[in-house]
């Protein structure tokens, strides 16, 4: 590479540090401020859904918020590989014009991968070896709290981070030219499922697991039982891999029934539900109608939430 192309890639990541450091903390503050914020407002709520006695004390708060920032920074090291990788050309990455279907295919794609990656990475720095220097910090929070998304020793981070630019370098070898905004949705993603993770009360409700088409979605208590012990659920999204691993906890579905309650329905459905003579002990049966409107309403909050969530951080005119 000449001096001409070096000095255009340094003058690139220059002018987009500060644009890096502004998105990668804006979507840890949003989505866990959010989150905290859920929580305190509707605190009655949350508090007949908390999933364990203990309270996240003072300093864990602080712990998980400033260790954060740092992971803040990691991101922003390798996002500017990433672009980097673009500029000399061994990154195929778009960021112009997409079809709907290329935004789909390739957010679900990265997704899929990512969750397998996270799984088996997740359980190797769980190696006695490995834990002490990777893992150790973000288990010291036993009681995790929305600000433990991002709660990782620099060489957890590192881990983490790595995955974008390995998955880019490897779908540019097979010709894929990926869309920006598909690993703008990714990342979105990535922080709002991480946060629900951390959030110490079961945000899902009663009747998920039970669902047949909703029970591979990984739940709060999944990951919470995961800080409680530290050998079972060691899934990101999804509960597959635990599954096919033998890795789920054995408790898991009975302790998220004792965790999960269904979501209040509105006052004209539950007039209807009422009027088909099921009385209000209905809420406890599972898989009654009470569930079943419950977990529909939370698959298509899920799915608003994880589009709505970028999309509102997007500046209008620029797409």
């Given at each position: ?89 061994v990154i195929e990455l778009k960021l112009e014009a997409f079809t709907l279907f290329t ?133 990101l999204y999804f509960t597959w891999w635990d599954k096919w691993m033998g890795t789920e906890h054995p408790r898991y579905k009975e302790e ?64």
């Amino acid at each position: 590479m000449n001096d001409g192309a070096t000095s255009d890639v340094v003058t690139m990541l220059t002018n987009h540090f500060a644009n890096v450091i502004y998105f990668d903390l804006g979507r840890y503050l949003i989505a866990a401020g959010f989150m905290t914020a859920l929580l305190l407002i509707f605190r009655g709520w949350a508090g007949r859904r908390k999933i364990q006695e203990r309270k996240a004390a003072r300093q864990d708060y602080a712990r998980e918020v400033l260790s954060s920032l740092r992971t803040v920074l990691v991101f922003a090291v390798t996002t500017l590989l990433t672009l980097a990788g673009r500029e000399l050309g061994v990154i195929e990455l778009k960021l112009e014009a997409f079809t709907l279907f290329t935004l789909i295919w390739q957010t679900v794609l990265m997704v899929l991968v990512h969750d397998a990656y996270f799984y088996w990475m997740h359980r190797a720095i769980h190696h006695k070896k490995l834990f002490r220097a990777t893992h150790l910090h973000h288990h010291k929070s036993r009681t995790p709290t929305p600000w433990a998304a991002y709660s990782f020793s620099s060489a957890e981070a590192a881990l983490e981070a790595v995955f974008v630019p390995l998955f880019l370098l490897t779908t540019s070898l097979f010709g894929i030219a990926y869309a920006g905004f598909a690993i703008f949705l990714f990342l979105w993603h990535m922080i709002l499922r991480n946060v629900i993770g951390h959030a110490g009360h079961e945000i899902y409700p009663a009747g998920w697991v039970d669902n047949r088409f909703f029970s591979w979605w990984n739940t709060t208590t999944h990951h919470d039982l995961h800080h409680s012990e530290g050998r079972h659920n060691f899934g990101l999204y999804f509960t597959w891999w635990d599954k096919w691993m033998g890795t789920e906890h054995p408790r898991y579905k009975e302790e998220f029934r004792a965790n999960a309650l269904p979501i209040r329905l509105p006052f004209p459905l539950r007039i209807f539900r009422e009027s088909k003579g099921t009385g209000s002990k209905l809420a406890r049966i599972p898989g009654s109608s009470a569930e079943k409107a419950s977990v529909i309403t939370m698959a298509l909050f899920s799915a608003a939430v994880t589009l709505g969530g970028p999309l509102s951080a997007v500046e209008l005119g620029a797409f």
